[in-house]
C-alpha cells in the first residue's frame, strides 16, 4: 500500500518535470510574470511623470489669469482715479484764541465752564475791581486840581496881556514927562546962571539948580522904569509858557485818568469773539497776572489743512472740488474745494529748518500744506475737535 500511495507522488512530480510543454510553459509565464511586475512597476512612475508635466500647465495658465484679471483691475482703477489725488496726512484746523487777563488780582467770578458756548462780549471773569476804581478815583481828583491850576494860568496871562503893555506905556509917558521936566530946569537953570547975580536972590539960583538936578534924576528913573517895562514881552512869554506847562499836567492827568479807567474795565474779561471755551485753567478765588493764559477760546470756523507731497502738486489748483473723509465719524462725507497752497514747504518753517547747502545731500519729497475750505456735509450734532485725522481727496479736473 505504501508503494501503492508513493506512485502517485512520482507521478505527479514526475508529471510536473518530466512534461516537456510544462517546461517550456513554466519560462514563458515566468516571463510574463516579470513582465507584468515590471509594467506594474513601471506604470507609477509613469503616472509620476505625467502628473508633474500636466500640474506646471494648469498653474501657468491660473497665473496668466490672475495676471489678466490684475491688470484689467488696475486699468479700471487707474482710469477712475487718474484725476484725483489723497493724503492721509491732513487734519482738521481753526482758530484757538489765547484768553488772557490784562490786570492782576483775585477771581471773585467765574461765568463759563468746560466747553462752554459762548457769544462775543460775554463775560467770562470777573476780578476784583476795587483797587482799581480806587485808582481811577485819584485820578479824577488829579485831573481836576491840574485843571483848576490851568485856568488860573490862563486868567493870568490873559490879566499880563492887558497891563504889561500899560505898564510899559506908563513908564514911557513918565518918562517923556521927566524928560519936559527936566528941559525946563535946565532952561531955569541956564537963565538964574547967565543974569547978574544982583537982578536976582541966591534963593532963586539955588532953587533953579535942585530942580535941575531932580528934574534930571527924574528922567533917570523914568528911563530905569522904560527899561523894566520893556521885559513886559519876557514876562509874558514866562506865563505863556506856565499855561503851557500846565495843559501839559492835564493833559497826563487825563491820561492816567484813561488808563485807570481802562484799568477798571479790564477787571471785567470778556469773550473777543464767539467760540468754545477750552483749556479753562483758573477757577474762583485764584490770583492771576497779566498775561498768564487762563482759557483757549476755540472758533466756530474749521477747515482742512492737508499736507501733500510735492510731487502731488502739478495740477492741484485753488478752487478744486475735495472730498473729505472723517476718520472719526467713518460715515460723515464731507465736501469742500482748495482755499491756498502754502508758499513753502512745512520742513522751512520748522524750528530747525534744513540746511542743504551744508554737509551731504540726500533728497528727500516734502510735504506742503494745502488749506481745504469745507462746503458742506457737517452736522451741528458732531463737532469737529481741531486736530483729528481726515483723508482728503482732491478732484483734479
Do not use: C
Amino acid at each position: 500500500m505504501a508503494e501503492v500511495q508513493d506512485a502517485p507522488v512520482r507521478e505527479r512530480d514526475g508529471d510536473e518535470h518530466d512534461r516537456p510543454g510544462d517546461l517550456k510553459e513554466a519560462p514563458d509565464r515566468g516571463e510574463r510574470s516579470r513582465s507584468r511586475r515590471d509594467t506594474a512597476a513601471d506604470s507609477p512612475g509613469d503616472k509620476e511623470e505625467e502628473k508633474p508635466r500636466r500640474g506646471p500647465r494648469w498653474g501657468i495658465w491660473i497665473l496668466v489669469g490672475l495676471v489678466i484679471v490684475g491688470a484689467i483691475a488696475g486699468g479700471i482703477y487707474w482710469f477712475l482715479t487718474r484725476n484725483e489725488v489723497a493724503t492721509d496726512d491732513a487734519y482738521t484746523d481753526g482758530r484757538a484764541v489765547t484768553i488772557a487777563p490784562q490786570v492782576k488780582g483775585i477771581v471773585v467770578e467765574l461765568a463759563v465752564n468746560d466747553n462752554q458756548y459762548v457769544h462775543a462780549g460775554d463775560l467770562l471773569v470777573q476780578i476784583d475791581p476795587r483797587d482799581y476804581a480806587a485808582a481811577r478815583d485819584q485820578a479824577q481828583g488829579q485831573l481836576a486840581l491840574a485843571q483848576a491850576q490851568l485856568d488860573n494860568a490862563r486868567i493870568a496871562l490873559d490879566a499880563k496881556r492887558v497891563t504889561d503893555p500899560a505898564v510899559l506905556a506908563a513908564a514911557q509917558a513918565q518918562l517923556a514927562s521927566a524928560r519936559a521936566n527936566q528941559t525946563r530946569a535946565a532952561q531955569d537953570y541956564r537963565r538964574f546962571h547967565s543974569i547978574d547975580p544982583a537982578a536976582t536972590s541966591r534963593e532963586n539960583v539955588d532953587q533953579a539948580t535942585a530942580t535941575n538936578q531932580q528934574a534930571s534924576a527924574q528922567v533917570a528913573q523914568a528911563n530905569a522904569q522904560v527899561r523894566q517895562a520893556d521885559i513886559v514881552p519876557l514876562d509874558l512869554a514866562q506865563t505863556q509858557t506856565q499855561v503851557r506847562q500846565w495843559e501839559g499836567q492835564v493833559a497826563q492827568a487825563r491820561a492816567q485818568l484813561d488808563q485807570a479807567e481802562l484799568n477798571l474795565g479790564y477787571t471785567r474779561v470778556t469773550a473777543p469773539q464767539e467760540g468754545w471755551i477750552t483749556k479753562r485753567n483758573v477757577e474762583r478765588g485764584n490770583y492771576v497776572q497779566p498775561g498768564a493764559t487762563i482759557f483757549s477760546l476755540v472758533t466756530p470756523q474749521v477747515w482742512i489743512t492737508a499736507n501733500f507731497k510735492e510731487t502731488q502738486l502739478n495740477r492741484m489748483r485753488p478752487g478744486q472740488h475735495v472730498d473729505i473723509r472723517i476718520d472719526a465719524y467713518p460715515g460723515l462725507k464731507l465736501s469742500g474745494h482748495i482755499d491756498s497752497l502754502q508758499l513753502g514747504a512745512g520742513a522751512k518753517f520748522s524750528a530747525f529748518p534744513p540746511e542743504n547747502a551744508t554737509g551731504n545731500y540726500v533728497k528727500i519729497v516734502q510735504r506742503v500744506p494745502v488749506k481745504i475750505d469745507i462746503d458742506g456735509g457737517l452736522d451741528p450734532n458732531r463737532p469737529l475737535p481741531l486736530g483729528i485725522s481726515v483723508e482728503p481727496t482732491v478732484q483734479l479736473r
